[in-house]
Antibody, heavy 122, light 113 residues
Framework: QVQLKETGPGLVQPTQTLSITCTVSGFSLTSYYMQWVRQTPGKGLEWMGF???????EYNSEFKSRLSISRDTSKNQVFLKMNSLKTEDTGVYYCARSRGAAMALGNWFAYWGQGTLVTVSS | DIVMTQSPSSLAVSAGETVTINCKSSQSLLYSGNQKNYLAWYQQKPGQSPKLLIY???TRQSGVPDRFIGSGSGTDFTLTISSVQAEDLAIYYCQQYYDTPYTFGAGTKLELK
């Protein structure tokens, strides 16, 4: 069955870089879009970006140039990296699977990982 | 960006009641090419990740009980939960996937009266 699981560092210091891995099973990364969504006390649920089935990416401009999403299809893993962390980046980070952004498909988030809590603090 | 506004922010209900949660988007989510509304509803219970309930504004995800009903079009949408059960106590979010950045409402917390 479809499974997604995020693993992250837990605690990150301000100004440092966050790295989270989403390991998936039950489907191929080359057939679906993979999304990153975070949930923070200050802003609630925020879409961060996605990596398309073909490997290209799109990001929320809110995160400007801080964010990078990549993948390793051989390992069934998707990666999130975000630099210059601030205390307001504290929250739960989720990966989610969707069908694709073409208007005919509909890009709702059908499957979510359990999330990984990230605390930004010195 | 498309702003999603949910109301109310919280709702106290008794088991068996019918509840309505509203979601309004700052621009139409109806795509003229297929006459579909690009709106989803999610349920989030404490300590859990969001769970997809409804997509295309009114299509229930497989396995979702039929007491969850999505309706609306354009900019105004509603999630109705008929005969609320104790297991329905959660926070409900609407989300637009019409255009990036995809955006969520602030949530409606369903509590026991």
């Amino acid at each position: 069955q479809v499974q997604l699981k995020e693993t992250g560092p837990g605690l990150v210091q301000p100004t440092q870089t966050l790295s989270i891995t989403c390991t998936v099973s039950g489907f191929s990364l080359t057939s679906y879009y993979m999304q990153w969504v975070r949930q923070t006390p200050g802003k609630g649920l925020e879409w961060m970006g996605f990596i398309r089935s073909g490997g290209s990416t799109e990001y929320n401009s809110e995160f400007k140039s801080r964010l990078s999403i990549s993948r390793d299809t051989s390992k069934n893993q998707v990666f999130l990296k975000m630099n210059s962390l601030k205390t307001e980046d504290t929250g739960v980070y989720y990966c989610a699977r969707s069908r694709g952004a073409a208007m005919a498909l509909g890009n709702w988030f059908a499957y979510w990982g359990q999330g990984t809590l990230v605390t930004v603090s010195s | 960006d498309i702003v999603m506004t949910q109301s109310p922010s919280s709702l106290a209900v008794s088991a068996g009641e019918t509840v309505t949660i509203n979601c309004k988007s700052s621009q139409s989510l109806l795509y003229s090419g297929n006459q579909k509304n690009y709106l989803a509803w999610y349920q989030q219970k404490p300590g859990q990740s969001p769970k997809l309930l409804i997509y295309w504004a009114s299509t229930r995800q497989s396995g979702v009980p039929d007491r969850f009903i999505g309706s609306g079009s354009g900019t105004d949408f509603t999630l109705t939960i008929s005969s609320v059960q104790a297991e329905d106590l959660a926070i409900y979010y609407c989300q637009q996937y019409y255009d990036t950045p995809y955006t969520f409402g602030a949530g409606t917390k369903l509590e026991l009266k």
